[in-house]
């Protein structure tokens, strides 16, 4: 007889899930590998127009996400107003994250993992996220791209991931007269992180099942 799996109420996760993804985008950032490629996008445009900070970039490329999504579906969909509310405490929590993170020691072997851990971190919070869990318009838009295309989720990922790069690239090219953000990390994060974010999945599927109140299912998106 098969265990009985674990039931995991993700809005009770929801506060620690938001402060650690926050973290890991600005450990990521910290460990000189290159920023996630999900965060290069606000990233580049704090850097060309540093008026306005991370954080506050972070959340309008959020809210224009989430635009974008409803724009696909034609219609409205109050679930994604949500969304972006936690998006905006995410990227109120950048800024949190950018005053400390200086203290933690920054020589070559902490600076590899510090960006091992990121990785880890981003990957485990996303694949939660995508099973129960409001989740942050830059988490969102892939999942529920890979809803309306009905193409695989890692697929989607990638793509998203690997476009995010190319659009901080040329912004940061044409803007600062350099690239910016951008580091063998990143590169490795957008190539790989997609099927890191499906095996992530696929081992909480084998030990929870999931329940919110945002939604009514008990399972992943297929990966």
């Not at 109120?92 to 091992?116: K, N, Q, T, Y």
């Amino acid at each position: 007889m098969s265990k009985e799996k674990t039931l995991f109420r993700g809005e009770l996760a929801l506060p620690f899930a938001v402060l650690i993804n926050s973290f890991g985008v600005v450990l990521m950032l910290y460990s000189a590998a290159g920023i996630s490629a999900i965060s290069s996008v606000p990233y580049a445009f704090s850097e060309v127009f540093p008026a306005l900070s991370l954080g506050t970039w972070t959340y309008i490329f959020q809210g224009l996400l989430v635009l974008s999504l409803m724009i696909m579906r034609k219609k409205f969909v109050p679930s994604y107003l949500f969304s972006f509310v936690v998006g905006f405490v995410f990227g109120e929590l950048l800024d949190v994250h950018e005053l400390w993170i200086g203290i933690l020691p920054d020589s070559l072997p902490w600076r590899v993992m510090w960006f091992l851990l990121s990785y880890v971190i981003l990957s485990v919070v996303i694949a939660l996220s995508n099973r129960c869990l409001p989740i942050v318009p830059t988490d969102l838009f892939p999942r529920e791209l890979s809803d309306i295309t009905k193409v695989g989720y890692p697929k989607i990922k990638i793509a998203f991931d690997v476009t995010c790069l190319a659009v901080t690239a040329a912004l940061t090219f044409f803007g600062l007269g350099h690239i910016e953000g951008l580091g063998i990390g990143t590169v490795l994060a957008a190539f790989t992180m997609g099927k890191a974010v499906g095996i992530c999945g696929d081992f909480l599927d084998r030990h929870f099942r999931f329940a919110s109140f945002m939604t009514r299912r008990k399972s992943a998106v297929q990966q």
